[in-house]
């Protein structure tokens, strides 16, 4: 059912001081930021043969429920998503955000075991790289790319130290309009990598360039995950969990281009961007996206009443609170939806 309430209701709401989600959590501000950049994405895509995207976007998350709760860390009340509906267009930028929450969350949630099962094992964050693509090539860059993975795969240096990994890519835009896609790959390696089967940054490129086989030397990053001077407390592998889990497009990119942004949805149509295996093989579930799980309502929450709602407003670009009789019409669609 539509998110989107009769206009005589919308229309008669009237607050001297209106009351935003900000001002209640000023943490939750991503919210008023990602749908901003969703209402973008939405118009670039009016009126070109993504308009049913579109309109999808233009549905997502229009209004939230949140519940309080208590941080068990601090003691302190905060607000914890209860209701919401999500488009699930790939480059909704609220979408791709709370995709990548879900990610992290899994992923976080599953190292515990992980590392009791591997005590001895380490984590390695790779990125590899080729040069930038015509946007109008990327599909078949990425798909080269994709092959030169599986066969490096199968390389004596990564068979014998790699016992899982979790491997996503990215693609950013070239001041050109060019994209350039790149891998970044978090890997459990096995103790004997650090002793006398250690391979260096040099060795790492010469792989890709072989398996890419490419006629260049290809920019690639191999760093153990460790503490660094100067960290401020965060883990250093929670550190890599939010380097490999993030966007697929920066939304800044998205938003830049009309042109970009529908050549880069017509490339990149059913292409997979996340990927596991070994030891890792499933971790993410990246098969398994409900509004539930977009809500991580698994982490701590339950989908029972909400205390506040809050409406998104186009022209404010924010989430405003909306009264009890707007609310309660929202919660019974929602939940008949």
Not at 31 to 56: F, K, N, S
Not at 238 to 265: C, F, G, H, N
Request: glycine share 6%; aromatic share 10%; with cysteine.
């Amino acid at each position: 059912m539509s998110n989107i309430l009769p206009r005589s209701w919308t229309d008669s709401l009237r607050y001297d001081t209106p009351r935003y989600l900000t001002d209640y959590s000023p943490q939750d501000r991503p919210w008023d930021i990602h749908r901003a950049q969703a209402q973008q994405v939405e118009g670039l895509y009016q009126e070109t043969v993504y308009d049913r995207l579109a309109g999808r976007i233009r549905g997502c998350t229009g209004y939230l429920g949140f519940g309080w709760e208590v941080d068990p860390d601090t003691g302190e009340a905060r607000l914890k998503l209860k209701l919401a509906r999500f488009c699930r267009v790939r480059h909704c930028p609220v979408c791709q955000w709370r995709r990548a929450l879900m990610w992290r969350a899994r992923f976080l949630k599953a190292i515990p075991l992980i590392e009791a099962r591997h005590p001895t094992s380490k984590w390695v964050l790779l990125t590899l790289t080729v040069r930038n693509c015509p946007i109008t090539d990327l599909r078949s860059t990425l798909q080269h790319m994709n092959a030169a993975w599986n066969r490096m795969r199968l390389r004596k240096e990564f068979a014998s130290n790699v016992q899982g990994w979790i491997r996503t890519t990215e693609v950013t835009r070239g001041r050109d309009n060019s994209a350039h896609p790149h891998f970044h790959v978090l890997m459990l390696m096995r103790p004997s990598y650090f002793t006398h089967n250690y391979v260096k940054q040099e060795r790492w490129a010469e792989l890709w360039q072989e398996c890419a086989r490419l006629d260049y030397t290809p920019v690639v990053d191999i760093r153990i995950v460790k503490a660094r001077g100067g960290d401020s407390g965060e883990s250093p592998l929670r550190r890599a969990v939010m380097e490999t889990l993030k966007y697929s497009v920066k939304p800044a990119d998205l938003i830049l281009s009309r042109d970009w942004l529908l050549e880069m949805t017509s490339q990149v149509y059913k292409l997979k961007f996340v990927a596991s295996g070994g030891v890792l093989r499933g971790v993410l579930r990246e098969n398994e996206e409900s509004d539930e799980d977009l809500m991580l309502l698994d982490e701590g929450g339950d989908s029972g009443d909400s205390v506040l709602h809050f409406e998104w407003r186009r022209q404010a670009k924010r989430y405003v609170e909306v009264m009890d009789r707007i609310s309660e019409f929202v919660h019974l669609n929602m939940e008949a939806g």
